[in-house]
């Protein structure tokens, strides 16, 4: 019997469109078939990558663009062809290229010239002062020919840069920082034939009056647009014909990276869109829902979503319950290495999520062996209590500084008070690739984009403001069907 092609696929995408959600189908209508920029809040959970496929099937003048390159692998696994899915970094270099010929990326470029402005009164602060060239850059703060000192004195100070004397001789002032990073940017901001990678994302943005930008396609998707920063968002804007934007305005949680939570509303504006919604999940069973709703009302359980569980354990007795798959999210840092010591010694495979958590520990420990100190743990306090002090005596409430002290702390104890020993666990114990074979722990910033059927969160998260209420959306999100509370005690 000859088989039918056309008529089992006509099928297939018959069955397809009828599972679409009113509010999918409106969106990929949209995105089909009018010509005005579009904005779509996707809560979690809610098929946006399925919606985002089924609506580019039968367009060709499209591009899809991403800040990470694993969404736009997982695009292109799943059909879309590899020429219309971009990362937006890559789409930015594209522009510097159609405007300045020859171009050769030197990833140390702002190192070299905050180093040569720095050295001489400040190499103390060359790496915070990079963080702040870094910053401004990313947040579209700067103009070419502007001097905004004002600005600069705020973002150093809320950098942590302590006015004072050190060295018993040399005097710093947070206006004089300011005056280094106004020069560093001047010279970042001279488009030659040298640049590094913030400056893939920067330059487009500083130039965004006076180069040309070719449109790349009729229609450009955007994929969590609330992480972006705004230089990207508007290179994002001059590529294409008109924008689609899509992403959740409730799981905006990279501040401290240039994007803003802020940016629904400045996008909005800018681009006078059209504002869709996806509020059914398809990954959380309906208890798991029940508790997002009191941080983010309007998302809802798919009709024959499971029930789910909620339950609670003690902390301590994790050991007794997790199997390989399973996530354990935490709040702060700290508590992730405990649970991670603690699943060693009972003999469950385990990983942290983030290997930059290793080499900030790592810097730390550095610190130590140039402070010529013979006591780690007393050195150790100092440092984090130095440094929070200098952050509140700014107005920065940040406990950053405490989480990483007691991170090493633990370890520190944890490897018989051997600091080689420590180094050499951190070497083992972070990692950035995905593993379903062993229990993944990590923050809800590090373990955002991905699910599991079963999640263990612990009970240091807090709803002290929106940016808190943020990220306990985001963790209790990861879990498909069973959600444990890890409670204290």
Excluded at 103 to 127: E, M, P, W
Excluded at 244 to 251: F, N, T
Excluded at 376 to 393: R, S
Aim: with cysteine; aromatic share 10%; glycine share 4%.
């Amino acid at each position: 019997m000859k088989i039918n092609r056309d008529s089992i696929n006509a099928v297939v995408n018959n069955v397809v469109e009828k599972s679409n959600t009113d509010e999918q189908q409106n969106f990929i209508d949209a995105i089909q078939n009018d010509s005005n920029n579009l904005i779509c809040l996707a809560r979690a959970g809610t098929g946006k990558t399925s919606t985002i496929i089924q609506a580019v099937k039968p367009m060709s003048n499209y591009l899809f663009a991403s800040f990470g390159k694993d969404a736009v692998g997982e695009l292109i696994t799943r059909g879309v062809n590899s020429k219309n899915a971009r990362t937006l970094n890559s789409i930015c270099f594209s522009v510097i290229k159609d405007n300045i010929r020859y171009v050769n990326v030197d990833t140390s470029r702002c190192y070299k010239i905050v180093k040569s402005l720095a050295q001489r009164r400040f190499g103390a602060y060359i790496a915070k002062i990079m963080e702040i060239v870094n910053f401004i850059r990313a947040s579209g703060e700067y103009e070419i020919n502007e001097r905004n000192e004002f600005n600069f004195y705020n973002v150093a100070l809320n950098y942590v840069i302590e006015e004072g004397y050190y060295d018993n001789t040399k005097y710093v002032s947070a206006e004089e920082v300011a005056e280094i990073c106004n020069n560093a940017l001047c010279i970042l901001a001279e488009s030659g034939k040298e640049l590094d990678l913030s400056d893939q994302t920067w330059w487009p943005y500083l130039y965004r009056n006076q180069w040309k930008f070719n449109n790349l396609a009729e229609t450009v998707i955007i994929d969590e647009f609330q992480d972006m920063s705004w230089c990207q968002l508007s290179t994002a804007m001059k590529i294409g014909t008109r924008l689609a934007l899509i992403g959740d305005d409730r799981q905006a949680i990279y501040e401290w990276r240039g994007a803003s939570s802020d940016n629904v509303n400045r996008c909005v504006k800018q681009l006078n869109a059209k504002i869709f919604k996806l509020t059914t999940s398809f990954r959380c069973a309906k208890k798991i829902i029940a508790l997002a709703q009191k941080y983010v009302p309007d998302i809802k359980a798919f009709n024959n979503a499971p029930d789910g569980i909620i339950d609670s354990i003690l902390a301590f007795e994790t050991p007794k319950h997790v199997m390989p798959g399973d996530f354990i999210i935490v709040r702060n840092n700290v508590d992730g290495i405990a649970q991670y010591l603690h699943l060693i010694n009972n003999n469950i495979a385990c990983q942290v999520q983030g290997t930059g958590l290793t080499k900030q520990l790592k810097a730390i420990i550095k610190d130590f062996y140039d402070s010529n100190s013979s006591n780690f743990i007393n050195w150790l306090n100092g440092w984090a209590n130095e440094k929070t002090v200098i952050a509140e005596n700014n107005g920065i409430f940040d406990s950053k500084f405490n989480d990483l002290a007691n991170c090493l702390s633990i370890l520190y104890e944890a490897c018989n008070k051997d600091l080689n020993q420590v180094e050499n666990k951190l070497d083992f114990m972070t990692s950035d690739t995905k593993a379903e074979n062993i229990v993944t722990i990590g923050t809800a910033h590090r373990l955002k984009g991905r699910e599991a059927n079963r999640v263990f969160m612990h009970y240091n998260f807090t709803e002290a403001d929106i940016s808190e209420q943020n990220v306990k959306y985001v963790a209790l999100t990861r879990a498909k069907k069973h959600l444990t509370m890890l409670i204290d005690g």
